[in-house]
């Protein structure tokens, strides 16, 4: 059993920069974002909560969030790199409207699900899949964990066995969280107890 939390919305997410390694704050929105989430995971693990291991990205954005649950969970954080965003190389902090103009014809054939693995020095896809796939073998019980959006889907994907495209279209809500059990995955949020999500 997996609890997968996305960080509370960060300034740079609103302005539209990919992050990738780089950092931003979480705005006042995503600190409620992350308050929000802290509360229904209390509601889901009532009673268990020592039995989990708490997994958190390091970038500041992810800490920010952890540091929100805590208040509310009585949890140990273990800082895990594995749970890191995708780095874009060169391309971490930008628009994707800067990239175009400072990399001009590099962005050509991509679209809104494709073009982070277009970057000349950043990740691979098979290499983060990779991470992800080490994440997941490494776990030894019930995991929360706190990592980021375009990471958080491949996590997903290579865990119900989706396709490159199928990973790569997934949501990546800020106002909820999802439960991974028995190779699939559901959305826990509050405008809905549960929301189905892809099942392999």
Not at 169 to 184: C, H, I, K, N, T
Request: net charge negative.
């Amino acid at each position: 059993m997996i609890y997968l939390l996305r960080h509370g919305e960060t300034i740079w997410n609103s302005l539209g920069r990919f992050q990738g390694q780089k950092d931003s704050s979480l705005t006042e929105r995503g600190i409620e974002q992350a308050e929000q989430a802290a509360k229904l995971l209390k509601k889901e693990v009532a009673g268990r909560e020592h039995s989990f291991q708490f997994h958190v990205s390091p970038l500041s954005r992810a800490q920010e969030t952890a540091a929100r649950v805590k208040r509310i969970l009585p949890l140990v954080a273990h800082l895990e790199p594995r749970l890191m965003e995708v780095t874009i190389g060169s391309w971490d902090g930008m628009t994707k409207f800067e990239i175009d103009n400072e990399f001009p014809g590099m962005l050509d054939g991509s679209d809104a699900f494709d073009w982070y693995f277009k970057s000349p020095d950043g990740e691979s896809f098979d290499a983060v899949c990779a991470r992800a796939k080490d994440w997941i073998a490494s776990l030894r019980g019930p995991t929360i964990a706190i990592s980021h959006g375009l990471f958080g889907r491949l996590i997903r994907g290579v865990y119900s066995g989706l396709s490159k495209r199928e990973m790569l279209e997934l949501p990546v809500p800020q106002d909820g969280f999802y439960r991974l059990r028995d190779g699939e995955f559901t959305l826990v949020s509050a405008s809905a107890d549960t929301i189905s999500g892809v099942i392999a």
